[in-house]
């Protein structure tokens, strides 16, 4: 039997015929030259009663922790700076009884706390993987899941996998994409609704359904030839009833216990909050987000080491880029700005992005980063969604609902101006002085979590457009969800989480439609005749992104909407990028001469949308429902 075990999926069933009363052992492997000490969790019959060792030379057993289960032990060890990579042995005594456990001390790859991350030089391209392609049918169901494959049901699992990630990267980075954010790929064994992977069950192997390390592993590394960063969506407020420490957990408040149950009230702002009632704060960290997912504690000092480590423990395996951290402001605080330092101490340049679902500002700005909170607290949080201008961009730019006047977005820039109005967005951004760093902010019109906006659109090409221009040209990182290039559509403007989670046609054997190819899109008729317009709109505006210095750093400058037309600019000492949006439905003239601080001076540009010279006046027309990009360039 081979004692050299690699860093693949399923260590610690291997394991366990070495080691026989040894079943669990996470870490699954380590490295060499870390910063992040090693905790080794380590599960088995009566573990609690043995005595550790390593035989090795470099590896040492500093300290060993008794849990309240005695089927647990952490045990820290020490990766000294002579320890050279290689298959070490744990050994664990109890009177005669031995225990001999092959533990692998890798070698760090040169450069790995140095690796970049994501940054305003990105695209980010979110995919549900579940239903974004299959490529590995074979997978589809497993005998280790409980779930089979219901591609008739909108809740059920399709059979998307990591191998159809693989083969259509290229797609993506045509897009001009150059980052992917997966919704989670960990395994999620819920006996109902797994595909989307919110509810871990277990936080070291990929799903089965997806595939496995390996093939993650390899993923990211395909990516990273095409130019494509890899981000990882992890959950820490939350596992799953299904985890397997639900049957066997170290310490008796491993995770919030509450009998009778207790659902988080979902008052975000309470962590924040200086007169809030410590029992309604208790009641938010503390309670569970939905029956099925247990509340984790993160106040356990041995939970919040766990989570530590395997986050790094999966950036430092895989290669990965960076993090997207699921309803971040559930947590308790203090220790989740502990799980961000350790993780950006580890590598100084690695992004993480925050869910704080708040269309309030000052709500979403306390929790960046280094911002100067009156409290004092530091969330350690690199980067934050931008709730507040999604909210205020699809509000601006959504149809009016037939014989309904809409609800008005912002204060009227006209007599008795109502409806969807642009100045949401000329709202919003006049907020950015609250913001202390406007470049880690990630942008969107919509995610897996909120209606298709082709269904808040009113299926209307034109307002996609006007978004997509928006979206490319505004401060921030840019994130697109997956299918909203070519208006995928629920007929719902409701969410509906298992439809607007659909499936890309193409990605099935046999699918009549596949819009991943330009022929294929070409070809498509009915309910897809716009695809291809639109997908070639938007690729056009993100593949010129990918060049535009003032767009990725630049500053911005706007001006006060009126009759619900918006002019901004996005500038360096290089370039000048002027957008005018006209939400109205009525043809235009651009008041070039209004905007004369910055055209000043300024002689022919491009367009971006048609790559024609040409020269902005106060008799320029923009078309109803429709957007100008012009490029300057010095």
Not at 176 to 185: D, E, I, K, N
């Amino acid at each position: 039997m081979k004692r050299f075990l690699t860093l693949a999926a399923g260590l610690f069933v291997a394991a366990a015929l070495f080691a026989g009363e040894v079943t669990r052992v996470e870490p699954l492997s380590w490295w060499t030259g870390m910063k992040t000490d090693l905790q080794l969790l380590v599960q088995g019959e009566g573990m609690g009663a043995y005595t550790v060792s390593v035989e090795g030379k470099g590896l040492k057993i500093k300290e060993v922790h008794r849990a309240d289960n005695p089927n647990f032990l952490f045990v820290d060890v020490e990766v000294g700076r002579k320890a050279k990579p290689g298959t070490y042995t744990l050994v664990f005594r109890k009177g005669d009884d031995v225990i001999r456990y092959p533990y692998e001390i890798a070698a760090r790859k040169p450069g790995s706390a140095d690796r970049e991350s994501y940054t305003t030089a990105d695209l980010i391209y979110l995919i549900v993987p579940d239903r974004f392609a299959n490529g590995d049918p074979s997978n589809d169901s497993t005998d280790d899941t409980t779930e089979k494959v219901r591609r008739e049901s909108p809740m059920g699992r399709h059979g998307g996998d990591l191998q159809g990630v693989i083969d259509h990267l290229d797609y993506i980075a045509d897009l001009g994409a150059t980052a992917l954010w997966s919704t989670p790929l960990l395994g999620d064994n819920a006996p109902r609704g797994s595909y989307h992977g919110y509810a871990c069950s277990d936080y070291y192997h990929i799903d089965p359904r997806y595939g496995s390390n390996e093939l993650y592993r390899e993923m990211v590394s395909k990516a990273h030839e095409k130019g494509i960063k890899v981000i990882l969506d992890v959950v820490t407020n939350h596992s799953s009833t299904e985890h397997w420490w639900m049957k066997d957990m170290p310490f008796k408040d491993w995770v919030h216990m509450n009998d009778p149950y207790v659902n988080s009230n979902h008052q975000m702002g309470l962590a924040l909050d200086p007169n809030a009632s410590k029992a309604d704060l208790a009641i938010m960290e503390e309670g569970w987000f939905v029956p099925s997912m247990p509340d984790m504690n993160l106040d356990n000092p041995f939970m919040l080491k766990y989570f530590q480590q395997w986050a790094v423990w999966w950036i430092e395996y895989s290669g990965l880029d960076g993090f997207r951290v699921d309803t971040w402001f559930y947590n308790e605080k203090v220790p989740m700005s502990q799980w961000a330092k350790a993780v950006t101490d580890e590598y100084p340049n690695f992004n993480i992005v925050g869910e704080v679902w708040q269309a309030n500002p000052d709500f979403v700005a306390y929790w960046q980063k280094d911002n100067p909170n009156s409290d004092g607290f530091n969330s350690h949080l690199p980067s934050i969604m931008d709730f507040p201008l999604q909210a205020a961009l699809t509000g601006a730019l959504t149809a009016p609902i037939p014989g309904q006047e809409a609800e008005r977005q912002g204060p009227p820039q006209g007599r008795g101006r109502r409806g969807p109005d642009i100045s949401a967005v000329y709202n919003a951004l006049s907020h950015d002085f609250l913001y202390h760093d406007l470049s880690h902010m990630l942008i969107f019109l919509s995610n897996h979590d909120i209606a298709r906006i082709g269904d808040t659109f009113g299926h209307d090409p034109r307002r996609m457009k006007m978004a997509f221009a928006m979206l490319a040209t505004l401060r921030g990182i840019p994130q697109i969800f997956y299918g909203d290039e070519m208006m995928f559509v629920t007929g719902n403007p409701r969410r509906d989480d298992g439809r607007l989670r659909m499936d890309f046609p193409g990605g099935w054997a046999g699918d009549p439609v596949n819009l991943f190819t330009a022929e294929g899109r070409a070809a498509a008729g009915g309910e897809w005749a716009h695809a291809a317009g639109l997908h070639d709109y938007a690729r056009t505006l993100f593949q010129w992104r990918k060049g535009s210095t003032a767009v990725q750093k630049g500053k911005t400058l706007h001006f006060i909407p009126q009759n619900n037309t918006y002019g901004y600019f996005r500038y360096d000492d290089r370039e000048v990028v002027f957008v005018f949006v006209n939400n109205s439905e009525e043809t235009v003239k651009v008041p070039w001469t209004r905007f004369r601080e910055m055209t000043a001076g300024l002689g022919e540009g491009t367009d971006v949308l048609t790559g024609r010279r040409v020269t902005i006046s106060d008799e320029t027309e923009v078309a109803p429902l429709s957007a100008l990009v012009v490029d300057y360039r010095f």
